[in-house]
């Protein structure tokens, strides 16, 4: 089995796991490729407009590239591929969606931090959690910016626990959690998934090394998230998995 139950013991007492060395190269290679194409896309147009900044994405320091999984064939292979199926049956059951994804590509030593939250603070009411996998196309290090994680155990908190989060000044990131624990980093290959919950704390440090660092945020929940309201979707919900039978979206 792709997932052990000690991992799944990790997932439900500390609020994570890793899997190492899961993604084929060539899928590997492939993201790779597809994130650099929309980053030159993305420069190309700032160069037009004469603007270092558009949006989240700043000139040749870092990117957030999202919603382009079901516009992209490479991506979409990924996103709802055998392996990401079995992470899906493994730990949200035999129906699965697909939430969110993006790319979050920091450049070479100007790559910036992030702060402790929970993806679910940026959701902004309350919700089941869903499933976040943290993809590595780089091997991870401390020097890079990889992401750390906080254990449930850490702070006394339990797996459905939703922090208040504020908005930090100067980088308008949701930070949730101001203690002084260092988390547990990623340590990892390229090809390697990080594995948490939406409740789970994270972060990352600055990219302080001279390559890029890249990463792919594939996001999976068990139902429909619906925005406050409940009038409309907060994401996406495309499916991946129907009573367990894996789902492939035609691109």
Same mark, same amino acid.
């Given at each position: 089995?792709?997932?052990?139950?000690?991992?799944?013991?990790?997932?439900?007492?500390?609020?994570? %796991?890793?899997?190492?060395?899961?993604?084929?190269?060539?899928? &590997?290679? !492939? /993201?790779?490729?597809?994130?650099? #194409? +929309?980053?030159?896309? %993305?420069?190309?147009?700032?160069?037009?407009?004469?603007?270092? &900044?558009? !949006? /989240?994405?700043?000139?040749?320091? #870092? +990117?957030?590239?999202?919603?382009?999984?079901?516009?992209?064939?490479?991506?979409?292979?990924?996103?709802?591929?055998?392996?990401?199926?079995?992470?899906?049956?493994?730990?949200?059951?035999?129906?699965?969606?697909?939430?969110?994804?993006?790319?979050?590509?920091?450049?070479?030593?100007?790559?910036?931090?992030?702060?402790?939250?929970?993806?679910?603070?940026?959701?902004?009411?309350?919700?089941?959690?869903?499933?976040?996998?943290?993809?590595?196309?780089?091997?991870?290090?401390?020097?890079?910016?990889?992401?750390?994680?906080?254990?449930?155990?850490?702070?006394?908190?339990?797996?459905?626990?939703?922090?208040?989060?504020?908005?930090?000044?100067?980088?308008?990131?949701?930070?949730?959690?101001?203690?002084?624990?260092?988390?547990?980093?990623?340590?990892?290959?390229?090809?390697?998934?990080?594995?948490?919950?939406?409740?789970?704390?994270?972060?990352?440090?600055?990219?302080?090394?001279?390559?890029?660092?890249?990463?792919?945020?594939?996001?999976?929940?068990?139902?429909?998230?619906?925005?406050?309201?409940?009038?409309?979707?907060?994401?996406?919900?495309?499916?991946?998995?129907?009573?367990?039978?894996?789902?492939?979206?035609?691109?």
């Amino acid at each position: 089995m792709l997932i052990t139950e000690e991992q799944r013991l990790s997932f439900r007492n500390e609020g994570y %796991f890793f899997l190492d060395n899961v993604i084929p190269p060539a899928q &590997v290679e !492939g /993201l790779r490729e597809e994130c650099q #194409r +929309y980053i030159d896309s %993305f420069d190309a147009e700032m160069e037009a407009k004469g603007v270092t &900044v558009n !949006g /989240l994405n700043h000139y040749k320091k #870092r +990117y957030f590239i999202s919603r382009r999984g079901l516009e992209s064939p490479t991506i979409t292979d990924f996103l709802f591929s055998d392996l990401m199926g079995d992470i899906c049956s493994a730990m949200l059951g035999e129906n699965a969606f697909l939430f969110h994804e993006q790319y979050v590509v920091k450049f070479a030593e100007v790559g910036t931090k992030f702060g402790w939250h929970q993806d679910s603070g940026y959701v902004g009411h309350y919700h089941r959690p869903f499933l976040s996998c943290w993809c590595a196309l780089d091997d991870m290090s401390i020097e890079n910016g990889t992401v750390s994680v906080l254990p449930y155990s850490a702070i006394g908190m339990t797996p459905d626990d939703l922090y208040d989060h504020e908005i930090e000044s100067g980088s308008n990131d949701k930070i949730g959690y101001q203690g002084d624990h260092p988390g547990v980093p990623a340590l990892v290959p390229a090809g390697s998934i990080v594995i948490f919950s939406s409740r789970t704390f994270h972060r990352s440090g600055p990219n302080t090394t001279s390559g890029v660092r890249r990463c792919y945020l594939a996001q999976y929940s068990a139902e429909p998230i619906m925005n406050r309201e409940g009038t409309g979707l907060w994401g996406q919900a495309v499916p991946i998995l129907k009573e367990g039978q894996l789902c492939r979206p035609q691109v």
